[in-house]
């Protein structure tokens, strides 16, 4: 597990950060400086990070805590099990943001990010998680509500009737039923997404959405 510091912080009166990620996991190692950036910046406007806080980054909710040097750090989701079990890392969070942000752009612009949080809630077929297929939608999000749905692809039940359907938390529907949900999470209203094994579908407004080239979802199934 790499570790990198905050140099400014102090400087602002406030507690510098350490932050640990893994170097094998993190596909964009400017991320991390981009991260340590974000936190520096933050404090230099006068935001004060407390230990207890929490502090969403993308669409994961992470937990600050007061390490034994003095410092900050900032605990993530093990994105394994429900309910969360917190791993001091930001290895998760910065990961699915790049992932998310990468297919956003695959298919629209940096500007049509629309990142829920974890703690809202999602709707889910109750049969989620047992084909291998699935889709996704999403309406406007409200405060507790991320907008969106996800589906399985079976065709011997219907998505209408609420005995098929439960509420659960975003994060619950992605570790506990769908993994394979988390890179379309940042996309907004009005999308629709089929994924079936090969390259995914996604529409907007009912239009097909074409994957923009050397973009990341052409470049990951280019030849599907």
Avoid at 142 to 168: I, K, P, Q, T, Y
Avoid at 181 to 208: C, E
Wanted: proline letters at 6%.
């Amino acid at each position: 597990m790499a570790v990198q510091r905050t140099n400014t912080c102090r400087s602002h009166g406030h507690p510098e950060f350490q932050i640990a990620y893994d170097q094998a996991l993190i596909p964009v190692e400017d991320d991390v400086h981009w991260f340590i950036g974000w936190l520096e910046n933050s404090v230099a406007q006068g935001k004060r990070i407390t230990p207890g806080q929490t502090c969403q980054v993308g669409w994961i909710v992470t937990e600050v805590r007061l390490g034994e040097s003095g410092s900050l750090s900032l605990w993530e989701p093990d994105m394994r099990q429900v309910p969360v079990v917190w791993t001091e890392s930001v290895t998760n969070t910065l990961a699915h943001l790049r992932l998310q942000k990468d297919v956003v752009e695959s298919v629209l612009s940096a500007s049509d990010l629309s990142f829920p949080s974890m703690l809202q809630s999602s709707i889910v077929c109750a049969r989620l998680g047992q084909t291998e297929g699935l889709v996704l939608e999403r309406t406007k999000p409200s405060e507790s509500d991320s907008g969106w749905f996800c589906g399985c692809r079976g065709g011997n039940h219907d998505h209408n009737n609420a005995g098929e359907l439960r509420r659960v938390s975003l994060y619950e529907a992605a570790v506990r039923y769908a993994p394979q949900i988390v890179p379309y999470l940042a996309l907004p209203a009005g999308v629709l997404i089929g994924i079936s094994g090969g390259a995914p579908k996604v529409f907007q407004d009912g239009k097909p959405l074409v994957f923009k080239p050397e973009s990341f979802l052409a470049a990951r199934h280019s030849g599907r």
